[in-house]
């Protein structure tokens, strides 16, 4: 989906290096692949077809970091949402109604020992 992306750190020797392989337009996924000593990462259309694609070697991989990109709620969790909603909002008019009982210091509260 558009906005994911993945974050590969690479060993470089005596420093580090950041990768970035990010689905750019509207439809494109980015893929991870891992087999025989080699990481891949790829862009690739709704068709499978790959538009850019990173290879590293697994023995340097330092990191590699999944980002997907926000998705919108689904109308279940809308309507989830909305049910928890309504659920606190009654409860916090419930705690509102209460009323403690008065007390005029007559009551043992504690007992002194």
């Known amino acids: 989906m558009k906005g994911d992306r993945v974050e590969i750190v690479v ?3 005596d420093t580090t290096r950041t990768y970035e392989v ?3 337009r509207a439809g494109r996924r980015v893929e991870v692949t891992i087999g025989r000593g080699v990481v891949e990462v790829a862009e ?3 068709s499978g ?4 694609t990173a ?8 990191a590699l970091v999944e980002h ?3 998705r919108p ?3 279940d969790e809308r309507a989830d949402e909305a049910r928890e909603r309504a659920r606190n909002m009654s409860r ?3 705690t509102e109604h209460r009323e403690l009982p008065e007390r005029d210091g007559t009551e043992n509260d504690h007992v002194a020992g």
């Not at 077809?49 to 850019?52: F, S, Y």
């Not at 290879?55 to 991989?61: D, E, G, N, Q």
């Open 68 to 70: 997907p990109a926000p």
């Open 44 to 46: 690739v259309t709704r």
């Open 73 to 75: 709620p689904t109308e």
């Open 11 to 13: 060993d470089a020797g």
């Open 55 to 62: 290879r590293f070697m697994s023995s340097r991989l330092l």
């Open 49 to 52: 077809t790959p538009v850019r």
């Open 22 to 24: 990010v689905a750019t």
């Open 92 to 94: 916090a008019r419930m």
